[in-house]
């Protein structure tokens, strides 16, 4: 399995496409906005980058602990905060969970895998420095 890695797409990424994210370390970046639905194989560790995370409408699917999304255009320093949490859990429905910050509001869609896959609890996620001024989504172990 491939280690390491970026992709990055720097134009507005439109249709009915997916994005695969493969190997420890990977990034695929999309500098624009996008509605390609993006999903993180299995132990991949890697990170789905969103330079315009509020034109982002694509689902994400496979993210574990070990993935992070980075939400590039929300400064870490405009204090984001997860808002919303909306979801049945229902396989192959999404958990809509929703970051704010003074100015900007994004809502990312997590596809339910498997019954659950992910928490209707906003205690189950966490936003940190993503060391370039924005913020990353992840979930908690």
């Keep these: 399995m491939p280690t390491g890695g970026a992709l990055i797409i720097s134009e507005a990424v439109t249709g009915n496409g997916t994005a695969t994210i493969k190997g420890t370390n990977s990034v ?62 229902n396989v192959g429905s999404t958990t809509d969970i929703t970051v704010q910050n003074a100015t900007q509001s994004v809502t990312l869609h997590l596809l339910n895998q498997y019954l659950h896959e992910f928490m209707s609890d ?20």
């Excluded at 060391?131 to 989504?137: A, N, R």
């Design 28 to 89: 695929l970046e999309f500098g624009a906005a996008s509605s390609q639905s993006t999903t993180f194989s299995t132990g991949a560790a890697a990170t789905l980058k969103l330079d315009d995370a509020l034109n982002y409408s694509g689902s994400i699917a496979g993210l574990t602990s070990n993935d992070a999304v980075d939400l590039a255009s929300f400064r870490f320093t405009d204090h984001p905060v997860i808002t919303s949490v909306k979801g049945a859990g």
């Design 122 to 141: 906003p205690a189950a996620y966490t936003l940190k420095d993503d060391g370039h001024h924005g913020t990353l989504f992840e979930l908690l172990p």
